[in-house]
């Protein structure tokens, strides 16, 4: 069940006896479009067409962008510069430092992919984070996850790496058996399973919340008082949620990207 | 171009407690879930899960802080002394 079905086949309003068909979990499973290539049959789901959209977009900007480069910028070049300073200035060297710069390529990537594929759910057309669907965020994470393993790995060496993680420095000696699990599952379970959910729990409650009161709006629309009033209150709300939305698609694509510097820095600077 | 020094306003230490902030909530959501997860196990054996859960995540709450109390005070003391033995500008 779709917003389209929920908005024409079930046809719920106010006056016509069903109650309020609230939207669920179910609006994040779309029917996915069978699709035939090559001769095999394949289902691909609304989410992978925007990914891979959203993909193309990020690409061709910064393809067009740094592709005639001039000493003193265009409109476009300077829109890109600005972006890349971004990432270099306020997550890169901020967080990992000197050598954050060789990061710079990385970081920008997964921002920009990520705020865009947010910003999806408030483009009209598309209307679907695809943050929303669990597997992108977790995909995103275990890319993280490899990167900063390896990198401390790299760094520190493969055993010294969870050995200086395992024991905090500035903690009683005795402590360490109740502490030492603390922080090797901080390291491996729970950083990478919280990076994910955060970003993708924002997503999904976001797109809910829109949805219940674009839904609300038609419920209610009708000539009566409070048919009138509950409907243009319900449509404003939306339209604030709306902008509202939009700023924390924002701030999880820069959270998620801000994290993702702070485990690599960990990973690079060892702790003593 | 290479990077200046002065394009790092913050200090390798500023950013290690800055990264903290963040670290406390894994080390808060560790707690929880291993010592919540003992608990468990405990009360599966002995009867009186809920009182056993309980107690568990209490238990991993106060470790966790108690890290993060011990981690951060650590850089602190760690700052200071560096700070001491840096020359006068």
Known sequence: MNLATIATEDACHL?????????????????????????????????????????LIVITFFVAVSRSSK??????????????????????????????????PFLGSLFFFIWICNLMG????????????????????????????????????????????AFPPGVPKAMYVLLTPLELLGLLVTRPVTQAIRLFANMFAGHLLITTFTVGAYYLLSPSIIGALGSATSFGVTVVLTGFEMFIQGLQAFIFTLLTAVYIGGSLHAEH | MKARDTDFPISDADRSTSDMAWRSVSYLTAGILFYGGIGWLLGQYFGHKSAFIAAGVIIGIVLALYLTYARVSFMERDTTTSDLRKPPQ
């Open chain 1, 15 to 55: 006056n016509s006896g069903c109650g309020f068909p609230a939207p669920n979990a179910e609006i994040f499973f779309l029917e996915p479009y069978s699709l035939t290539l090559f001769g095999h049959h394949l289902l691909i789901s609304k989410s992978i067409i925007l990914a891979l959209l959203v993909a």
């Open chain 1, 71 to 104: 000493l003193v910028p265009s409109k476009l070049q300077s829109i890109g510069e600005q972006a890349y300073l971004f990432i270099r200035d306020q997550i890169a060297r901020e967080v990992i430092g000197k050598e954050g710069d060789k990061f710079v």
């Open chain 1, 122 to 165: 408030v483009v009209p057309g598309a209307q679907f984070p695809v943050m929303s669907s669990l597997a992108f965020p977790v995909a995103l994470t275990l890319m993280v996850y490899i990167t900063y393993v390896y990198l401390g790995m790299k760094h520190q060496g493969p055993i010294k790496f969870f050995t200086n993680a």
